[in-house]
Each structure stands twice: as C-alpha cells, then as structure tokens.
C-alpha cells in the first residue's frame, strides 16, 4: 500500500506488465505508421510517462511535441471548448497520434478533437495508456489502448491525486 495524501492506493499494474504492454503498442504503431513519419502529440501533465515510454520503443522515423489542454465555457451550444496551449506544429498533411493518460468520461478529448481535425491532419488516432469502458459518456474511442480498468481511481505512472504520485514506477487504485 502506497499513501498519497489523505488515501490509501493498492498495487494494480505492475511495472513489468505496463512496459510489457507498452512495448506491444509500439510494434503495432511501427508497423502501421511504417513511411508515414507520424507526429505524436503528448497531452501534458498526465501522459508525459506513457509518452516517454512508448515513444522509445518507435523504431520508424517519428517526431513528438507537447501540449496543454486548457478548457472554457463555449458560447455554442456544445459547451465547453478544449484548446490546446504550445501547439507549434503546422499539422496539415501530418499523421497525427495524440498521446493520453486515460479516457475517462471521454469529455476532454471529444471537445479537443474537432479543434485537431480543424487544422487538417492527414489522419488522426488517438493512444491512450488506460480507459474507463464503465465511464465513458462521449463518443471517443482509443484506437491504441494500453490497459482497460474499472470505474475506480488510479495514480502512478504519471497519473496523479491532487498533484502527488505521478512519479509511482506501476500503476496503483484506491483501496476503499
Ligand atoms: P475525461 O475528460 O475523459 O473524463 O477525463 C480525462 C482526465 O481526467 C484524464 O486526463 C485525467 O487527468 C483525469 N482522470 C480521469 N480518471 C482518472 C483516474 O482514475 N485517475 C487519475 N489520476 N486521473 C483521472
Ligand atoms: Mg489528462
């Protein structure tokens, strides 16, 4: 048992098992993006561990830039607007994947993803280290997803509690 803050967090992924995986969607990332020279784009904070990772065991010609989501109230009826903060790449006619810690309700990315596919990419997937199935309430799918988990909370990895635990090596969830 780890604590972060005020809770208690068990072991859940360990280490190898998460470098194991991560390896495997490289492969596969490899082998579909062969001769495309894909842009990854790593959604900061979260997914700067997973990034870090997986973009090591690309062996194809590959590029990777960072980003911040900053999100506001739209005046559409949509709602909340998902822009992205350093976003310096010129992404037309690029292959994009964006690079994400964990999709949970999918809010964040199904906003964001509009705002991608409006500078033009040549394609866009998304990767992301873990996804919440029972959670999910918008229409966002990972096209390359490391591990499924339930509808509890984790950290490590990357993934935080209030700021603390990103630096945890394996994932953990709350023990209740
Ligand atoms: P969504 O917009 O998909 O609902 O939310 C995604 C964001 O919520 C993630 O990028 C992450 O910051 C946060 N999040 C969702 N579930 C968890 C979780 O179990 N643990 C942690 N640490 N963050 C989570
Ligand atoms: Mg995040």
New binding site residues.
């Given amino acids: 048992m780890v604590q972060v803050h005020d809770k208690k967090f068990r072991p859940f992924i360990s280490r190898e098992a998460i470098q194991k995986r991560v390896a495997e969607l490289g492969r596969q990332i490899d082998h579909d993006y062969e001769g495309l020279r894909p842009l990854f784009i790593a ?1 900061l904070n ?1 997914s700067f561990v997973f990034a870090s990772d997986l973009f090591r065991c690309i062996t194809i010609e590959a590029e990777i830039s960072f980003i911040k989501l900053a999100s506001y109230k739209g005046t559409t009826s949509t709602g909340n607007v998902v822009t992205a903060i350093g976003m310096e790449e010129n992404l037309h006619q690029r292959h994009v994947i964006l690079l ?10 199904s906003a964001f993803v509009p705002e991608l596919l409006s500078r033009q990419p040549a394609s866009l997937r998304i990767a992301s280290f873990l996804t ?1 199935p029972e ?1 999910l309430k918008y229409d966002i799918k990972a096209d390359y997803a490391g591990f499924e988990v339930p509808n ?4 490590g990895y990357g ?3 209030d700021g603390l ?1 990103r630096n945890l090596p394996e994932l953990y969830e709350l023990a209740e």
């Fill in positions: 959604v979260g994400e810690d964990i999709i949970d309700t999918g809010k964040t990315l919440k959670a509890k909370f984790v950290v993934l935080d509690y635990g």
